[in-house]
């Protein structure tokens, strides 16, 4: 079931469970994972040639381009989408032109790729990575997994049928920072977890200009899809999905229950999806992630907060700090005779132990951070070339994913529904 391999993964990649004897530990294996993990987040001196090819070389599409061509022997041999001016944007980006389809099927009949980087809006992404993956090539797809359970269950099914690699583009699990944070908050630096808060506020309306007449609506649809139901799963989906993953993996577990809420309350220019979104999921031993978003107000930004009992960990794009929790109330020991001595109380409140935390905390130190799209990316050509499991495989991106689509079912119902466990 997908919980127990979530637990698995803790802080690695699903491969941590392959061809290890029976007796080996829950910390042994963790060990061997995180080992295999820091040799796909390392710069590696292999350049041998790998032939990529991209459905879908939109905003993100140029940027996961920008970070294969980081990394020597890659090469962009084709791509496809149906807006022709994305082509020109690719050739700009890779200073060569770059054979274009305006059919993906094109794509995929070539006989010069090794490796497809699916980054299509969320309601096709099945539609493009099951066929790339048939293919017999490898594939990178964008977050989220997919736009359906069933869609996210048959790219699973068909990753693991084509025997090929399959990445999801969930890059902070790629962060050293997030990384060497939650390593230390799994060894119990701040205690027992048992809530997460996640904020990803800014202030802009998530629209993009569309460049010419468009009386029909199509390109609209088609440049703005996050804002329409047909293609997006909205706020929840775009940023939401990648801390849920990160609350799976410090949780160990995919929710058990969504309840949402969202509105339009800013942005009435004729868009579907909501410009904020409030979640709360459920996870096993009473556990809650919380998650907002808002797009007029950019205060809180992009952070985790991870609560524990022992103390706290705010973990931003750039950083990771930690808290701890001042010394608790002890309650008095009796005086031997089976009677507790007398506390001495003041005579009114005292706000001191009420107040938020101040001070820097202790920041996590790490040497030479980059960042997680080009670690991840990097990860994607390591686990090609040596046929390895990546850390963010199937079963982390249908984590995240069963989070995203109930999420959205709870909005739309307005009701608390509960998150069925899948098998792969």
Known sequence: MIARRLFLQGLSATAITAGLAPEISAQEAASQAETEAARQIAPSADSSPLRVGIIGPGSRGKELVRNLLRVPGVRIVAAADVYPPRFDQLNQVCGYTVPSHTDYRALLDRKDLDAIVVATPLGLHASHVIPALQS?????????????????????????????????????????????????????????????????????????????????????????????????????????????????????????????????????????????????????????????????????????????????????????????????????????????????????????????????????????????????IRAFVHCVRTNTQPIANADVGLGSALGVIHANQALREKKEVAIPLIST
């Open 136 to 376: 017999g090539r490898h594939v990178y797809g964008e977050k989220t997994m997919a736009y359906t359970v069933d869609q996210a269950r048959d790219i699973a099914a068909a990753a693991k049928v084509s025997n090929r690699i399959y990445q999801v583009g969930h890059q902070y699990r790629y962060s050293p920072w997030i990384r060497a944070a939650i390593a230390r908050v799994k060894a119990g630096e701040i205690g027992n977890v048992t809530h997460i808060l996640g904020y990803w506020n800014r202030n802009n309306d998530w629209r993009r200009p569309v460049p010419t007449a468009d009386p029909s609506g199509h390109l609209e649809r088609l440049i703005n899809w996050r804002l329409y139901h047909e293609w997006s799963l909205g706020l929840i989906a775009e940023l939401g999905s990648h801390h849920m993953d990160i609350a799976n993996w410090i949780f160990g577990s995919a929710p058990t229950t969504a309840l949402a809420s969202g509105s339009i309350c800013c942005y009435h220019d004729g868009r579907e999806t909501d410009d904020n979104v409030q979640v709360v999921l459920s996870y096993p031993a009473g556990r809650r992630f919380i998650f907002t978003s808002m797009t007029d107000n950019a205060k809180q930004g992009d952070q985790l907060w991870l609560y524990g009992t022992k103390g706290s960990l705010n973990v931003t794009l750039e950083d990771a700090t930690f808290f701890y929790e001042p010394r608790q109330i002890v309650k008095a020991p009796t005086n031997g005779k089976g009677e507790e001595k007398g506390v001495t109380t003041s005579a009114s409140y005292r706000p001191e132990g009420e107040m938020p935390y101040r001070g820097p905390g202790k920041p996590l130190t790490i040497a030479n951070p980059e960042d997680a799209t080009t670690i991840a």
